[in-house]
């Protein structure tokens, strides 16, 4: 079998087993009262800016564009497609592994061409109604962050075996800081056909000579697979982190937590509402995968809601977040407390459930407010 036959049904089964984690979330209920008609009042919406651009489009400017674009640039990795099995396979035959491998990149880089492309269409409405941007001057913009994409894709992949460590965390945002400064400031640069072209053709080899030792060697397998999987595994990561019953908290390898790192308390009076409670704030501060998804339903339902233009489409979505979050934050309560065998013994107790109702009013407070508050500004300016 050749390296690209090879490659394509590892394609194959990688959208085969994603299509069935989709599938497992999304059923036949969700597609036809949530997926479809979200999908549809998209689309519409998206129409409707081609006729008549929004009214919150004044608040738009090009430089907010390119900050947009900035922040997908660093979404994605480079795919490589390799499983363990590969480990035995690539000793006797070096050069299809390496060919596959070759593949994997050039899907990744299509896929990089995809996602930017996705944004200029998107934003194109505003780029010739309201800028009156030509078609070279979005060229322009077009080259210049499919490069940095690229590059950055290129960056996380040699930085992946040091990124959980502090130094690699460090580094990655010092990176962002300073890349996002040197393109805040230049950003109506990226608009110039000439300076786009020459940083692009800059980046593109500068990605080349981070990433071609690790495509054609074979020393860096154990990182790749693990690589690997992790992208395998990103579409069920992403419903652990919004499922209390089934969410898998990222394992903390350090000895001593950073926050609290004494466990001193929270409240100076002990009772045992305030103990319940005292844990329950202290297991979602240290681990960041349930702070995560309280973050990721307060900013998705805030995009909604500035993007919606009906009113009542606001505050239908409003209303459902107030409901969903109590109940995310109760399901949540149940599965870091009734985990723990201890604190399970006391669940039939008075105290227990007061302490479950107060903590879901003190996490779900900041984030009601948050979202009343973005409601308001939006009914007002927009």
């Given at each position: 079998m050749s390296s690209?036959?090879?490659?394509?049904?590892?394609?194959?089964?990688?959208?085969?087993?994603?299509?069935?984690?989709?599938?497992?979330?999304?059923?036949?209920?969700?597609?036809?009262?949530?997926?479809?008609?979200?999908?549809?009042?998209?689309?519409?919406?998206?129409?409707?800016?081609?006729?008549?651009?929004?009214?919150?489009?004044?608040?738009?400017?090009?430089?907010?564009?390119?900050?947009?674009?900035?922040?997908?640039?660093?979404?994605?990795?480079?795919?490589?497609?390799?499983?363990?099995?590969?480990?035995?396979?690539?000793?006797?035959?070096?050069?299809?592994f390496i060919a596959m491998k070759k593949w994997a990149l050039i899907f990744s880089i299509v896929k990089a061409f995809i996602r930017i492309g996705f944004i200029v269409i998107l934003i194109l409405p505003f780029y010739l109604h309201k800028f009156s941007l030509s078609i070279g001057e979005i060229i322009s913009f077009f080259c210049f962050f499919i490069a940095l994409h690229i590059l950055l894709l290129s960056i996380h992949t040699t930085m992946f075996s040091i990124r959980e460590r502090w130094s690699g965390k460090i580094y990655s945002a010092l990176l962002f800081v300073f890349l996002f400064i040197m393109i805040f400031t230049q950003a109506m640069k990226v608009y110039e056909l000439s300076f786009s072209i020459s940083i692009a053709v800059l980046l593109l080899l500068l990605a080349i000579v981070l990433h071609r030792p690790r495509v054609q060697s074979t020393k860096y397998f154990q990182e790749e697979f693990v690589q690997e999987n992790e992208a395998k595994l990103r579409y069920m990561n992403k419903v652990f982190s919004v499922s209390s019953s089934v969410e898998k908290p990222k394992i903390i390898k350090r000895k001593r937590p950073i926050i609290f790192p004494k466990s001193k308390r929270i409240f100076s009076k002990r009772t045992r509402e305030n103990g319940f409670i005292e844990v329950f704030l202290k297991v979602i501060l240290r681990n960041f995968s349930y702070l995560k998804g309280y973050l990721q339903l307060i900013s998705v339902t805030l995009m909604a809601i500035i993007l919606l233009p009906p009113l009542i489409f606001k505050l239908f979505i409003a209303g459902g977040f107030v409901f969903f979050i109590f109940f995310w934050l109760n399901n949540l309560w149940n599965h870091i407390i009734l985990s723990n065998p201890i604190s399970k013994q006391y669940e039939k107790r008075d105290s227990f459930y007061h302490a479950r109702r107060r903590a879901s009013l003190y996490l779900a407070f900041p984030a009601i407010l948050i979202i009343v508050t973005v409601l308001a500004l939006s009914y007002y300016l927009f």
């Open positions: 690209f036959r090879i490659f394509c049904n590892r394609v194959k089964r990688d959208y085969v087993y994603q299509y069935g984690i989709i599938k497992s979330v999304a059923d036949w209920t969700v597609m036809l009262y949530i997926i479809i008609p979200f999908s549809i009042a998209g689309i519409m919406i998206y129409r409707s800016w081609w006729n008549e651009l929004p009214d919150w489009s004044v608040f738009l400017s090009l430089k907010l564009t390119v900050i947009i674009a900035y922040l997908l640039c660093w979404t994605g990795s480079l795919r490589t497609f390799v499983q363990e099995a590969d480990g035995l396979y690539f000793i006797q035959h070096t050069r299809k």
